[in-house]
């Protein structure tokens, strides 16, 4: 997914919050970003009120939800000390608690972030996992919250019918699978688990591009014949049949809720061509897309 980010202006937020019905979580800003290693952080394209430096850091009058998808950094708070980051961590920010966070210069990051506000996200954070004292979460990989941010992204970039109310939704569930890691606390993986986790999260933060699975294995200092039978074993079936699947559910999704063409969804999922997609569409669905796309 390509990076964004959107921060609504007083003016926007309170037309939302007057917006009915209203979830009591308002969404304020949200995004995604890839900082490349030796590059400063954080990039100046932020409102002044959300920008900061290490050494200074910042205080704000929102929470944030903040996933490291990718990279290494650090991560402090005024009640809590420095701590590494490392792929798969989620840290909450809390309203005026001062806190600043990095990543590493050698390995740069990936990062998701959400703010918002609101008398249910207030409740919300006030559960007992929620804790500005211990606010750094291990979510690992997680399919589903990924999804959920991506879809978070989207929707805010799309302004839809209903988006705002959409978005907050959107936002309670990314709080609820929060929750339920911190009860949970991950597991530990072993080397083989966190390799393939890893790739997953490459295959689903890239369906735009025409991904060679040689190249991810690659990537993670492993063989082509060691990754395919790792993934299988750990996920039940190849990365092959994974990957198309995921690009044949992005297409489902598209084919509905967009009005690109069938040709422009092809290619915005990685798909060769036209004829490529349909072909392989209408093996696995029973139908063509334009067929699929006009169904109720």
């Known amino acids: 997914m390509d990076p964004y980010r959107k921060y609504f202006s007083a003016k926007q937020l309170q037309e939302l919050v007057e917006m009915q019905p209203n979830w009591g979580v308002n969404v304020l800003n949200v995004g995604h970003n890839i900082h490349p290693a030796n590059t400063n952080y954080p990039d100046k394209n932020h409102p002044n009120s959300y920008f900061f430096n290490w050494k ?30 490392t792929p798969g961590s989620v840290f909450l920010l809390f309203p005026n608690t001062w806190h600043t966070f990095k990543p590493l210069k050698d390995y ?4 998701y972030w959400v703010g918002f506000n609101g008398p249910y996200a207030e409740y919300l954070m006030n559960q007992e996992c929620f804790n500005p004292n211990f606010p750094l979460i291990h979510m690992g990989f997680n399919f589903e919250f990924l999804d959920i941010f991506t879809r978070l992204l989207e929707t805010l970039k799309g302004e839809g019918i209903a988006y705002c109310q959409i978005a907050s939704c959107l936002t309670i569930q990314l709080l609820g699978l929060t929750y339920a890691a911190a009860l949970l606390k991950e597991s530990p993986q072993n080397r083989k688990e966190h390799i393939i986790n890893n790739i997953r999260f490459k295959m689903h933060d890239n369906l735009e591009k025409n991904i060679a699975l040689d190249d991810l294995a690659a990537q993670h200092n492993v063989s082509y014949t060691w990754f395919r039978k790792a993934f299988k074993e750990v996920i039940g079936s190849s990365p092959g049949q994974y990957l198309l699947n995921l690009k044949l559910e992005k297409t489902c999704k598209m084919l509905k809720e967009t009005d690109l063409t069938v040709s422009e969804i092809a290619f915005a999922t990685g798909f060769t061509s036209e004829y490529h997609f349909s072909r392989i569409f209408k093996k696995k669905l029973k139908m063509a897309p334009s067929v699929y796309k006009r169904c109720p």
Do not use: C, D, M, S
């Open 56 to 85: 200074k850091g910042r205080i704000l009058k929102e929470y944030q939800l903040v996933f490291i998808a990718e990279g290494r950094g650090t991560f402090q708070t005024e009640h809590f000390g420095e701590v590494p980051i």
């Open 108 to 111: 740069g990051w990936e990062e």
